[in-house]
Every structure is written in structure tokens, then in C-alpha cells.
């Protein structure tokens, strides 16, 4: 079982920034692929980006040059930066995990997922 806790969601105006962590507490950590996926009101989950262990990234095209995904092994966290945020960035991002070395932009592909923090972006 691996434990998944966001945090450093809240309210910026259009056109600020706000960074993601995910902390995922186990021995694994540095072997899994780690994603972020967002949320909003009556729609689907959507992919927003993801990392291998190997520092390698994919971008949903939404948020391609906006947002960052990184991760720290050491500290067992992976981070979304996110600037230039817009209206439509509003959802609640959820923090997956999954435990191979390929990006796969469905949610279904990853079995672990963290409870969620919300963004909110005002115009």
C-alpha cells in the first residue's frame, strides 16, 4: 500500500502561482511513477503531468510551459509548479502513484491516489 498526501492547494488570483507537494512515506518512493491529475465540477479527471523515477516528464498540453513536475527522492516528494495559472486551472488535483517505469496518462493506470487538494483560480 503506498500512502499519498497533497498539500499547498488553495486561492490565487489569474496569473499567479502555487506549488503541489505529494509526500509519499515508503521504501519505494524513488521507484514509482508519480502523477498529478486534476478535477473540476461535473468533469472527468484529467491527466496533467507525470515523472518516472528516472526524472523523465510528459505534460498535458493545457498546462505544457505553465506547469512543473519535479521530484525529490531523498525526500520521498514530488512537486507540481504551477504559474501563469488561469480560471480553467480550477479543479482539485489529486497526486497518483504507480509502480513501473512508463507514464500512462489515464487514471486508471495508477492504483494509488492521494485525497485530493483544491485550486481555485479567480478572475
Known amino acids: 500500500q503506498v500512502q499519498l498526501v497533497e498539500s499547498g492547494g488553495g486561492l490565487v488570483q489569474a496569473g499567479g502561482s502555487l506549488r503541489l507537494s505529494c509526500a509519499a512515506p515508503?521504501?519505494?518512493?524513488?521507484?514509482?511513477?508519480m502523477g498529478w491529475f486534476r478535477q473540476a465540477p461535473g468533469k472527468e479527471r484529467e491527466f496533467v503531468a507525470a515523472v518516472t523515477w528516472s526524472a523523465n516528464t510528459n505534460y498535458a498540453d493545457s498546462v505544457k510551459d505553465r506547469f512543473t513536475i519535479s521530484r525529490d527522492n531523498a525526500k520521498k516528494t514530488v512537486y507540481l509548479q504551477m504559474n501563469s495559472l488561469k480560471p480553467e486551472d480550477t479543479a482539485v488535483y489529486y497526486c497518483?502513484?504507480?509502480?513501473?517505469?512508463?507514464?500512462?496518462?489515464?487514471?486508471?493506470?495508477?492504483?494509488?491516489w492521494g485525497q485530493g487538494t483544491q485550486v481555485t483560480v479567480s478572475s
Open positions: 497518483a502513484a504507480r509502480g513501473t517505469a512508463v507514464i500512462t496518462t489515464t487514471p486508471g493506470g495508477y492504483p494509488y
Open positions: 515508503g521504501r519505494t518512493f524513488s521507484l514509482y511513477t
